[in-house]
């Protein structure tokens, strides 16, 4: 089996706004088993930068351990990238958007890097409103080491070895919203139609973007009685909305008839267009989002689509009101001022 990719493409591919093709979003060629959701998240990642006419030299892409933190390897061959230590990529993360604000941060985490090891990271950059898309790639099992049932693995969910899992599951969604989360989403990775939209608008939000991507193992967790398996997904689906993005520069239309659509339009005036599909949901209320999701598990339901979003949220460096001018760019001047400056600042506390 070869591991490299023709080199060779068709002269006439289709080409965005930048003048580049899809080639040049692509990455090596995955090393994951045959049809893993993973995949499928990756081609939805390379399409939808593709689309947005993102130069792939903006994008800086962080990972920590575990199959999802290898995907990063397939898409976006030519952006920034950094696989850090299981559980540790929001650390990571963090201190690189501190340090240049005009990146676009990609976030890629698993169920076990995210929900388990790495959940106390987790958790605070969430709080923080760090400006980053962070896309859980959830199977419900740890595949790497021969399909474990995971933090997020369902109560009576039977594993490929027959085990049954006695313990709650961790819902990062919920958890997301509990903590101030300003985009929060969740979609399957068998779903393309649904989860390119949403991938877009997640880049598109200032602020911290969870999309939690449902996404079967097909090796250790996609048996009958796995609630993480490509038959119970698909069967146990249920859609808060149709979801289109609808950039700045393009004309905002709709199909849908009066009364069923909902735009909520971005920080840089894209716009969500939404076709609600479950009528006692609100897209921009914090405790309607969690309702939904608490009486779908009820129903063993797999709530997908956009959950919540905040209109105007205020992302981590206009909490802390740092500098327009990203940190990497500042001269020893600026960063080392004088003691008249000190002096300045000493009295203004006084």
Not at 159 to 165: L, P
Not at 173 to 189: C, D, E, K, P, Y
Not at 216 to 226: D, I, Q
């Amino acid at each position: 089996m070869s591991y490299f990719r023709p080199g060779f493409r068709h002269p006439e591919l289709p080409k965005n706004d930048l003048g580049y093709t899809k080639q040049q979003y692509e990455g090596a060629i995955s090393t994951l088993c045959a049809g893993c959701g993973h995949d499928s998240i990756s081609a939805a990642i390379v399409q939808s930068v593709f689309e947005l006419s993102i130069a792939p030299h903006q994008v800086a892409k962080l990972s920590g351990i575990g199959c999802s933190s290898k995907t990063p390897t397939y898409f976006l061959s030519n952006s920034h990238g950094f696989n850090s230590v299981h559980g540790r990529m929001p650390s990571v993360a963090t201190g690189a958007n501190l340090a240049n604000r005009d990146m676009i941060y990609i976030g890629v985490s698993g169920d076990g890097d995210s929900a388990s090891i790495g959940m106390g990271q987790f958790a605070h950059v969430v709080r923080r409103n760090l400006n980053m898309m962070y896309v859980v790639m959830n199977n419900g099992c740890y595949g790497l080491t021969k399909g474990q049932d995971s933090a997020t693995a369902d109560v009576g969910s039977r594993s490929k070895a027959g085990s049954v899992n006695r313990f709650e599951p961790i819902d990062l969604a919920s958890v997301a919203l509990q903590l101030g989360a300003t985009f929060v989403a969740r979609s399957f990775s068998g779903d393309k139609e649904q989860l390119v939209p949403l991938i877009k608008a997640a880049l598109s939000h200032s602020g911290f973007a969870l999309i939690d991507v449902v996404s079967p193992c097909v090796t250790f967790n996609n048996n009958p009685g796995s609630t993480k398996a490509y038959d119970y997904v698909r069967q146990h689906m249920q859609t808060t909305s149709l979801v289109d993005f609808v950039p700045m520069a393009e004309e905002i239309t709709t199909a849908y008839g009066e009364g069923e659509s909902r735009g909520v339009t971005m920080h840089d005036g894209s716009v969500i267009q939404l076709h609600k599909l479950r009528t006692e949901w609100n897209p921009e209320d914090r405790q309607s989002a969690l309702n939904a999701l608490a009486e779908s598990r009820e129903r063993g339901e797999v709530l997908t689509g956009l959950l919540y979003v905040e209109r105007d949220s205020r992302e981590l460096h206009e909490t802390i009101n740092s500098t327009r001018t990203p940190l990497r760019t500042l001269t020893e001047k600026e960063l080392c001022p004088g003691s008249s400056a000190l002096e300045t600042i000493n009295n203004s506390l006084r």
